[in-house]
């Protein structure tokens, strides 16, 4: 009898186990790297360069092919990754310190938000967003770690991230793990020792990648996008620099996403370590992307598609397949309504951003037709008064900045990927050109955006 009465409760306490871990909400795990251009993965068709890590994740979710930052600039990009507003609707359109009483009480961060649904919460690694790290009453992440520049620090970040999976592998979690590099490529420039890890001296040109199909400036580009690199030799010192010297420039670009890579992989074998990664779903990206020696351009700020597309990876390790999707994406504005979607906690109102859930839970599901970005050239935290947007659809691209006479820019991405004739000066294009400029002036009412005012 007792016997009977032990093996049913046994049996009922396994039924709610199984249920209990079914009902379980997803981990979600953020992967982020500084200044990696999309096309910088193996995954991507790059084979001057090798990333098992992202392209794992790639074998095990969706590579969104068409995805752009909101700014191509570190803390304007990743204010709106985790505030889920554009920068000019935070007013954070440059770089800038982590100063207390900046950010609003009213702008939600995506650690507060998931802590208050019900998740723990954790960062490791870069910051660079305009609040104390330590203000966890604001930020929400409980768990914040390495992120004080340091030798090695992204070294550290996989481990880190371990002791968090290790400490919450039984309850649901949110962990960002944000490395440097390929950001140490700035550094490689100017001759400069770099933040991260130690790099060997560049072979000679010819065993070197190619140099990109889009290397030469474009015929009609606004003289004002290279006026401003006059300003600060330190940020372009490859303003005279010879075919041989940007080879060698993908060649350590190559090199830093590499080493950004194995480190990737230890946090994703975490996963694994601790029996967590069925249940997570890990998206990865960068804050922006890097001119890769496309247009003799490296850094970021303007608004070509190597420094504004981005890599953008939702996977499920061990149970998604493997899919691409060229719908557009904006890391910025889209990363807090997705990862609500899949938590299930409800997203502030106020987020205009697309929930990129739906459509890989429905592949049909449409997300958007058209795209708009911003920038704001800067040297370092000193604004130079030069902005521009990007109205970007399936096939076009049309760019304008507030200043110079030649400010506008039309590319047809679908024959000119590279961007290098320029279709606002062309006859023919002049209905088409007519039609984005409606479009961005629209746009901009109907979103408050300044840009109305300085420019259209």
């Keep these: 009898m007792y016997k009977k009465l032990f093996f049913l409760w046994a049996v009922l306490c396994g039924c709610l186990i199984s249920n209990g871990q079914q009902a379980r909400r997803p981990n979600i795990l953020i992967i982020i790297t500084d200044q990696q251009t999309a096309d910088a993965m193996s995954n991507a068709g790059n084979k001057d360069l090798h990333t098992p890590a992202m392209d794992l994740l790639a074998a095990n979710g969706v590579r969104f092919t068409r995805a752009y930052c909101a700014q191509p600039l570190c803390t304007p990009s990743r204010t709106a990754i985790f505030s889920g507003r ?28 998931f802590r208050e649904g019900g998740y723990q919460t954790g960062y490791v690694g870069k910051w660079h967003l305009p609040m104390p790290a330590g203000k966890v009453s604001q930020h929400g992440f409980q768990f914040i770690e390495n992120t004080r520049f340091l030798d090695y620090n ?25 490395f440097l590099n390929p950001h140490d490529i700035c550094e490689w420039a100017r001759g400069d020792a770099l933040k991260m890890d130690l790099l060997a001296a560049a072979p000679s040109p010819d065993q070197c990648p190619q140099l990109p199909a889009n290397w030469a400036i474009p015929a009609n580009e606004p ?24 080879r060698q420039y993908r060649w350590a670009y190559n090199r830093l996403v590499e080493k950004a890579d194995q ?13 967590v990664e069925k249940n997570t779903i890990v998206i990865f990206t960068s804050d922006h992307g890097d001119g890769y020696a496309a247009h003799r351009w490296n850094q970021k700020q303007i608004l070509y598609e190597e420094t504004a597309r981005v890599p953008f ?18 890391n910025g504005t889209d990363m807090i309504p997705t990862i609500c979607g899949f938590a299930g906690i409800k997203a502030p109102a106020y987020l205009k951003g697309a ?17 708009v970005i911003e920038t704001d050239f800067a040297d370092n935290e000193k604004l130079l008064g030069i902005n521009g947007r990007a109205v970007i659809t399936h096939d076009f691209k049309y760019i304008v900045y507030n200043k110079g006479a030649t400010r506008e820019q039309l590319f ?8 290098m004739n320029n279709l606002a000066v062309k006859a023919p ?27 259209l």
């Design 412 to 419: 047809d991405l679908s024959k000119d990927p590279g961007e």
């Design 86 to 113: 554009m920068p000019f609707e935070t007013g954070f359109v440059g770089n800038a310190s982590e100063k207390d009483g900046q950010w609003p009480d009213s702008l939600l961060m995506m650690g507060k938000i």
């Design 355 to 371: 929930d990129i859930s739906k459509r890989i839970a429905n592949p049909a599901a449409p997300l958007r037709d058209t795209l």
């Design 223 to 246: 003289r004002i996008v290279r006026e401003q690199q006059k300003v600060s030799f330190r940020t372009y010192p490859t303003v005279n620099w010879t075919r041989d010297q940007w």
């Design 313 to 330: 990876i939702i996977s499920r390790p061990g149970a998604w397949k493997p899919r691409t999707d060229d719908q557009l994406v904006c």
């Design 429 to 455: 294009y002049k209905g088409k050109l007519q039609a984005m400029r409606h479009y961005l002036k629209a746009w901009c009412i109907k979103n408050a955006d300044p840009f109305v005012k300085d420019a």
């Design 154 to 178: 992204d070294a550290a970040t996989p481990s880190y991230c371990a002791r968090f999976i290790k400490e919450n592998k039984e309850r649901p979690f949110l962990l960002v793990a944000s």
């Design 263 to 275: 480190y990737i992989g230890m946090v994703l074998a975490s996963l694994k370590k601790y029996n």
